[in-house]
Every structure is written in C-alpha cells, then in structure tokens.
C-alpha cells in the first residue's frame, strides 16, 4: 500500500505521508514510555514524506502522528488503527499477524444474495465485531447469505451510523481492533456468508479530518457538495487522490477479505474525467482480488445511472425506487420524495419488478421537474436490489419508525411476498424481520458548537412537512447527540419470545425458504425483458424469462378494493396469499391486497 505505515520483513516500519501543502513533516513515535522519538521525514518529489525505522524505533502497537511545519500534529490519514479516536496518534498495526483460515474461500455467486444490513453498534447490546459473530448462525437459519456492514471505518466519538468517518483505513476502535473485524469476516465465512463493508467516498465527516492542514489538492474549488468542497478527483494533485480511494477499496477487499463493498452515494462523487473514478475503482476490484475470488461492488446513485451497471465490474445498485412505491402502497405518505409515486404507485411498482427503475429518464416533481434516470429495462433483474426497510428509509424519518410501525400488517406481508419473491436481490435491515419495535433514529457523537449545529439542522430539515410545521413539534424530535437516542437504537433480542415477533420471524423465514428452494435455484443467467401489465387502479402481472428459460410469473393487488380483468397464468403454484386465490383468480378478480407466485416450466 502506497499510504500510511506498512511492516519491513526486517521488522522495520516504512511511514509514508502525501503532504504537499506543508514543507516539512516529522515522525513522533511513543512507545509504552513516555519519552517521544522525533525523526525527521525525507521529502520526496509531488509532495511526499517517508521514513524507515529500526525495530528499536517502532513496532507493531507504536502510537504514532506526524508534526507538519513544527506545529500542529495529525494522526495517519491511513491508519490502520487509531486507538484514542480521531483526534489521537495513530497505531502500527502488523497486517499480517492475524491466521486466516477461511483459504478455501471463494465467495458466492451474485444471484445467491440475500443481504442483511446491520449497524455494528447497536445490532447487539455489547455493539462490537466479536458480539456480532453470536448472532450469525441465527442469520444463516433465516435465510440470510450476505451480511452489510454500516460504515466501518474511523469516526469522532463512540456512537455514529459511520456516514461522519475521517479515516477511512481504521476500523473504529469503540467496535473492537482490526483482528477483531477479521474474525467476524472469518466467522462469516466459516457460515457460508459473504460479508459486505459500506464505504463512503463522496465526503469526510465534519470532525477530525485534518487533510486540508497537509493536502488541500485533496478537495476541488471547482465541484462542491451538499458537504461543501467535493474531493479533487480530477484536477490538479487527484491522481494520488484516486489512488487512495482505489486503495482504500483493495485494502478492505483484501487486508479483510470482505467480500463486497457498498459505494455511498456515488452521485455526490463529481468527477469529469473519463473513466471517472467508480469505474476506474470497479476495474482496479476486478483486476485484483475479483480475479481470484468472486467480490461484488454495489452501488447507491439517486441518479439512477443505469451505465455503470452496464460496465461488467459493478454487480448491482439499491433500487430507492420501489422501496419508494412500496412505502406509499402501504403508508398513504407523500412528503418529500413520496410526491413523485403517489400519481401511479402500482405502475411505478411493477416497472421496478420488470425493468429496475421507476424513473429512467422522466421529469421527477420532487427535483423541480429534472430528469432522472436512464433506461434499465434491458438490465437483469440482479442489478437491482430491493427492499422496503433500510437505515436510511428508517433513520431519516423524524422519530426513526420502522415500516411494522407504519402499515397494517395485511397489507406488509403482501408487499413482503412480492418482494421476497422476485428475482432481483432482496436486501433486510437488522431487526425487520421480527417486526423490531425499536426504531433506528440518527445519532452521532459531536461536542460543543458543531453537536449544537448537528441537532438544530437535524430539526430544520423537517421544517417542510405537514406535521412538524410547528417549531414545537420540532422540537420533540429526537437529539441526535443525546446518548439516549443512541441506546434506544439497540435491537432487543429478548423480543423474540414473544408470540407476535415469533410469527413475523416465521414468516420471513417461510418465504426465504421458498426463494432458496425454488426461485434462486433458476436464477443465474437471467437477462432483461420482463413484461408487466396493469390490472385495474392497484393489481399488476409481472412475468420473467428465468435463467432455464422457465416463466416466473407474479400476480398482485395492493390495494383495497378488488380489481377485475382478464388474467392469464398458469404452471405450478410458488406462493398464494389465501388457499382459494387460484380459483378467484380464475375468474378474473383479484381480492384486496393479494399475491400469488406461479413457476410455468419451459417447453420442450
């Protein structure tokens, strides 16, 4: 790795700084006395410093930061551990001290995926990596092949949704230490999971992020972002900025042996360059560790820029918009982003089912009339990953109310149905499949006058919704910064024995069973080109060509009131909401909030 502190095979450490706004740099080293060794960084041509110390000088467990200019002290913007918090000295870390022994280890196909997002602090009550390895065979028994990791690396404080990381290379030390997060990756292996780490590489958190003292080409004058300067990947200075996000990708892919990573919100990357820097990164992932092993990258874009799923080196996007459709069908809310589904749900439905994106190119309201998307429908169903919950969906409403809070429980596990069933990726946030009754609010933990910032901008961006016009109603919303917010967060596992949280986690289970057993199986080399069709205000028929050339065919009102129209199914029953749904069916109606799977085997 170019950046940061990596181990000699002569037990020496080699420092590396790219620092090409300051002219000089120096190493302070602390070992476990309280005397510092300061050494002098030879500098190096386009801005950079390094150093090789003798193993007397440093070793594995060194606290380290380097001095710019002979004033202030900055940790590692590659550290690989950061031990006090941001603020703090780095530590060297051996990256090669931890036994892997997941070798046999190849990863799993895409179309195998089901995905479980979790936050590491507060899926469990001890909120750390080794706590989260207890619950992974109770995932596995669900259903579950792929387990998403919120946000990682290193951020202020000991509580956050990890969006505010700073340095990006540690993993944050209130979760545990780096060998930790390998053995939960290797616990997972050992289950047959593949684990997949969101990364965030549009912004750096507000607190403790020190590049602009030492590298201001790290951010662009020209672009900005809802965080202010964007990153610098294509001006002056940005190849040694691209360079250490593609590393920071390689280095989680292979120094962890994730399996996948989430790019956060990769239309706030602005970049003019060509290839720009998500397909440069997606080819570098392919290049390296995807030669040997089957590694995934995923995308979230609110653009819906269907070419880079076109690239080969992307597997998939999260589909915002039929979790969208979804959550009016089932909640009736149309503040916000709402407003652009409420006109058609069922139509906007069903083109996410058959082509990926609701919005591929048409005008949305809820962006002053902008265009938004491109065309999807040649696209395969995987590209595309569903769900009705995530931190985001959950997290950014005011109080944190998860969908089993919001919908009549009919209504959920007919959308349920529809959802776990297709073939596109489904993806669960921690807790849903139990019907959580805790929420997932946002939380962080800032000081001073940027925690003060924090809540009141929390509360203003609400300002425009019906209900909390008034300031006092704002003024209930949950402080962001309180320690409370945070605790009342943690999933409470206890639940699970009681009946109505048992019934819900049967039912997930039920139609986990029915996709690994009969959809998932017929999955792989599934193309484009699904039809739907609309059946009165609420019902829809989608119908897919699966990869061995079998119908897959889904039949669905979600609505309340039945709709009538000619409707052609046939093969074998998957799935059907009532016992008699085939006969009524048959007759062409379709009863208020129902769903029925049927699999029609190709003609010889």
């Known amino acids: ?75 590692d913007p590659a550290s690989r551990a950061n031990p006090q918090d941001v603020h703090g000295p780095s ?47 109770y995932l596995v028994e669900l259903g579950i092949t792929a387990i998403e990791l919120m946000p990682a690396a290193d951020f202020p404080g000991t509580r956050n949704w990890g969006y505010d990381g700073v340095l990006l290379f540690a993993p944050d030390h209130s979760y545990g230490s780096p ?86 919100a990769v239309h706030a990357i602005i970049d003019d360059s060509r290839p720009d820097i998500v397909e440069e990164l997606a080819a570098a992932v392919q290049a390296g560790p995807g030669q040997s092993r089957k590694v995934h990258l995923i995308l979230e874009n609110d653009a819906n820029t269907a070419r880079y799923l076109k690239l080969g080196t992307i597997a998939a996007q999260w589909n915002d918009d039929i979790h969208h459709a979804l959550h009016f069908l089932l909640t009736g809310e149309r503040d916000g982003y709402y407003a652009d589904y409420a006109g058609q749900p069922t139509r906007h439905l069903a083109r996410c089912l058959a082509e990926g994106f609701a919005f591929q190119g048409e005008p949305s309201p809820f962006r002053d009339g902008r265009p938004r998307g491109e065309p999807s429908g040649d696209l395969p169903p995987g590209a595309f990953i569903n769900f009705i919950q995530t931190h985001d969906q959950i997290g950014n409403r005011a109080y944190g109310e998860r969908i089993a809070m919001l919908a009549q429980q009919r209504p959920l596990q007919i959308a349920l149905a529809v959802l776990l069933l297709a073939p596109s990726p489904p993806l669960l946030f921690m807790g849903e499949e139990f019907a959580a009754a805790t929420p997932f609010q946002f939380f962080c933990d800032f000081q001073g006058d940027l925690a003060e910032a924090i809540t ?149």
């Open 456 to 604: 009141e901008g929390r509360r203003r961006e609400f300002a425009g919704f019906r209900k909390f016009a008034d300031p006092a109603a704002r003024a209930g919303i949950p402080d962001p910064n309180d320690p409370a917010t945070f605790v009342r967060c943690k999933l409470n596992w206890d639940c699970l024995d009681e009946p109505q949280h048992k019934a819900w986690l049967e039912y997930y289970r039920s139609l986990l069973t029915l996709r690994r057993t009969h959809v998932v199986p017929r999955l792989s080399g599934m193309d484009g080109g699904a039809e739907f069709e609309l059946i009165g205000a609420s019902g829809l028929v989608v119908r897919w060509r699966l990869g061995d050339s079998a119908q897959l065919m889904l039949l669905a009102n979600l609505g309340d009131d039945q709709v009538e129209g000619a409707l052609r199914f046939a093969g074998t029953s998957l799935y059907c909401s009532q016992p008699d749904l085939p006969e009524i069916l048959a007759v062409g109606r379709m009863p208020p909030w129902c769903a029925a799977w049927f699999i029609e085997e190709a003609q010889l």
């Open 91 to 137: 530590q060297v870390v051996d990256a090669t001290a931890f036994i892997w022994q997941d070798d046999s280890w190849q990863g799993r196909p895409w179309h195998e995926a089901v995905i479980y997002e979790l936050h590491l602090g507060t899926f469990t009550n001890e909120g750390t990596f080794r706590a989260a390895i207890q619950r992974l065979d």
């Open 179 to 264: 060998d930790d997060l390998k053995a939960l990756v290797q616990a997972a292996h050992a289950r047959g999971l593949m684990v997949l780490l969101d990364v965030v590489y549009n912004h750096f958190g507000p607190d403790g992020n020190y590049l602009h003292s030492y590298a201001q080409q790290f951010f662009s004058e020209r672009h900005h972002t809802p965080w202010g300067a964007a990153i610098n990947f294509d001006g002056d200075g940005s190849r040694t900025v691209r360079d250490f996000f593609i590393h920071n990708a390689l280095y989680w892919l292979e120094e962890y042996h994730f399996d996948g990573l989430r790019l956060d």
């Open 1 to 75: 790795m170019p950046f940061g502190a990596c181990m000699l095979p002569d037990g020496g450490i080699h420092f590396r700084l790219w620092a090409p706004s300051v002219r000089r740099v120096e190493l302070i080293l602390k070992n476990n006395t309280d005397k510092e060794i300061i050494l002098p960084m030879h500098r190096l041509a386009d801005g950079w410093f390094q150093i090789k110390t003798s193993p007397q000088q440093a070793t594995p467990g060194t606290l380290y930061h380097y001095r710019l200019d002979g004033g202030l002290s900055v940790p």
